[in-house]
């Protein structure tokens, strides 16, 4: 018998840029990132959410204007992608094609950029097309929703579903940069600019509680999307994220821990049960107030606590009820979701604001009875979110 043991290290580091205005002839975000990528010209596929060019149909001229400056030597093909926003293009696999079509049309090499400017659905989905497309062309993000700006659009990963299964498909693919232009939540609706506060509250609860104090002093200025305020959560929620990913150990997931996911078992059972028409954030909403009573009920945290995260949750916009919890099958999406995660089943619980626990047991007639609390939640403890109509 003869073994080589094969091993090496490959460092990433890409840069995650805030910025206002990324398109305007006096911003240099994007000049800067690009002169990262070695000697012009460089091509670029823009690839734009069909959800924000309906609500900025100016957005491929101002693309235009700004490639078309001289000193930039771009060449950006004429013919951006426009993706249908939201689990759909994650669904459906055309729009994962017409990518790869494009690719290949315009002889893109692996030093081209997919210029992808989208909701966390859309930077998911092309993320998949742009990490498959000749095994990896580089992929800029610009991500134009709360969510996607403080989470899914900055970290490792993207996915799409298979056989109704979200995230099934999917590869760990650091993007050559993030651009969060504050500017392109200009036209994000009410619902979606409350859907990033979610994650924002997830990490805070398991990671550190002067944000969760913060957010919770703020949680009037959030629920009115106040944009300091909104800008504010959305660059410590992003700092928190990528601190996890560097300083885990673990940024490729390979073990079965993912504290980062606080709240997502139930939340990713909730968004397939309901076919996409809860928001993501909106499902991790419900699934932090569910772990949350359930760390409450095994007398991990107090009764105090559970109160301010469950106010917090419901005072920024969320509505902690929806009829799908109704048909939450506990033991199965648990089960699912140790099944993506791989390895044993590993919750993340809290034991106070501030700091996240993994169990590997969960009880199910307790964690049942946490869900059937909240399915019974009477309207008049509902939140702002449902008395609009949500
Ligand atoms: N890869 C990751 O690490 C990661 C992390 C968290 C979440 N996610 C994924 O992100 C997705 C949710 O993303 P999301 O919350 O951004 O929602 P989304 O992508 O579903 O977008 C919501 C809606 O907003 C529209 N939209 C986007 N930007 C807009 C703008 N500026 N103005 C007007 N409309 C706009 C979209 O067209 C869509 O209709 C889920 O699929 C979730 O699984 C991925
Ligand atoms: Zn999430």
Redesign the pocket.
Known sequence: MREILQSFRVAYDYPVVFTRNAFSPSNCTLTGVLARGGAPPQRILPVI????LA??PGLPDRIESWAARSDLQLELIREPLIVR???IC?RDPKEVREFHDLVAKHSLCRHSYALVI???????AMGYAAATAHRGIRLIRMP??S??QN??GI?V???VYFAGR??FLGTFAPPFAVVNDFA??D???ER?LC??SA?AIKVSLIRDADFFRSLYEARHALARFDAPAMESMIVRCAELHLEHIQTSGDPFELGSARPLDFGHWAAHKLEELTGGSL???EAVAIGIAIDSLYSRRAGMIAEEELEQILALLEEVGFDLYHPALRTLEVERALSEFREHLGGKLCITLLKGIGSGIEVDHIDLPLMKSCVESLAQRSPRDRSPAAARGR
């Open positions: 959410d069909a959800g924000l609500a900025d926003g939201g689990e994650k989208g909701g966390g659905a859309v930077l998911d134009s929703t969510l996607a989470d899914a970290g990963k993207n996915a979200k995230n392109l939540l036209s994000l609706d979606d859907a990033g994650e928001r993501h954030g």
